[in-house]
C-alpha cells in the first residue's frame, strides 16, 4: 500500500498519480502497490539552496521508503522528463524489491537503473508521450514549474 507522507502536498500528488494512470503500465505498478500489504511510504522533499535533492528509492531496517519531489524533472538529449515520471520510476524500484524479482539484488546501481529505465520507464514514457532515455546516466536534475506536463524549466544543475 502507498501511504503518503504528512509533508506530501496529496493535491498534487494527486494530480500526478491521475497523469500516471493514463499509462496502462504506470496503472499496473500502482495498482499492484495499492493491493499489497506491502507499506511504501512517500516522503516529499525539496530543493536546498545549491542542492537537487531529487528522487530516490530506500530499504532500510525491512520499510520502503520513495523520496520525491514534485518539481525535479530530468533534462537530456530528448528533452525533459516530468516529475511525474520520476515518482513511478521510484515506486517501480519499490515494486520490484517487494515482488522479489532478482535485479533488486544486483550489486551494481547502474545495472538497476537501466533495467527500470529499459524495461518500465520507457514503455510508460511511450503511453504518456515524454521523451525517452537510453541510459540511466544520460539525464540531469531540473527544476520545473510543475509535477505533470505542461511545465516550464526553472533551474538547470550542472
Given at each position: 500500500m502507498i501511504v503518503l507522507d504528512v509533508k506530501v502536498d496529496k493535491k498534487v500528488h494527486q494530480q500526478v498519480i491521475e497523469y500516471l494512470c493514463k499509462s496502462k503500465t504506470a496503472?499496473?505498478?500502482?495498482?499492484?502497490?495499492?493491493?499489497?500489504?506491502?507499506?511504501?511510504?512517500?516522503?516529499?522533499?525539496?530543493?536546498?539552496?545549491?542542492?537537487?535533492?531529487?528522487?530516490?528509492?530506500?530499504?532500510?531496517?525491512?520499510?520502503?521508503?520513495?523520496?520525491?519531489?514534485?518539481?525535479?524533472?530530468?533534462?537530456?538529449?530528448?528533452?525533459?522528463?516530468?516529475?511525474?515520471?520520476a515518482h513511478i520510476h521510484e515506486?517501480?524500484?519499490?515494486?520490484?524489491?517487494?515482488?522479489?524479482?532478482?535485479?533488486?539484488?544486483?550489486?551494481?546501481?547502474?545495472?538497476?537503473?537501466?533495467?527500470?529505465?529499459?524495461?518500465?520507464e520507457n514503455k510508460i514514457s511511450e503511453e504518456l508521450n515524454e521523451p525517452v532515455r537510453m541510459h540511466y546516466r544520460n539525464y540531469r536534475k531540473v527544476q520545473v514549474s510543475g509535477p505533470v506536463p505542461p511545465f516550464e524549466v526553472i533551474r538547470r544543475w550542472a
Open positions: 496503472r499496473d505498478i500502482l495498482e499492484y502497490h495499492q493491493k499489497s500489504a506491502v507499506r511504501v511510504t512517500v516522503v516529499q522533499v525539496y530543493f536546498h539552496g545549491k542542492s537537487a535533492f531529487a528522487n530516490d528509492y530506500g530499504f532500510k531496517n525491512n520499510k520502503h521508503v520513495i523520496y520525491y519531489n514534485p518539481y525535479a524533472g530530468y533534462e537530456g538529449p530528448q528533452g525533459v522528463l516530468s516529475p511525474a515520471l515506486l517501480t524500484h519499490a515494486y520490484l524489491h517487494i515482488a522479489k524479482n532478482p535485479i533488486s539484488w544486483e550489486k551494481k546501481i547502474e545495472v538497476q537503473e537501466n533495467y527500470v529505465v529499459q524495461n518500465y
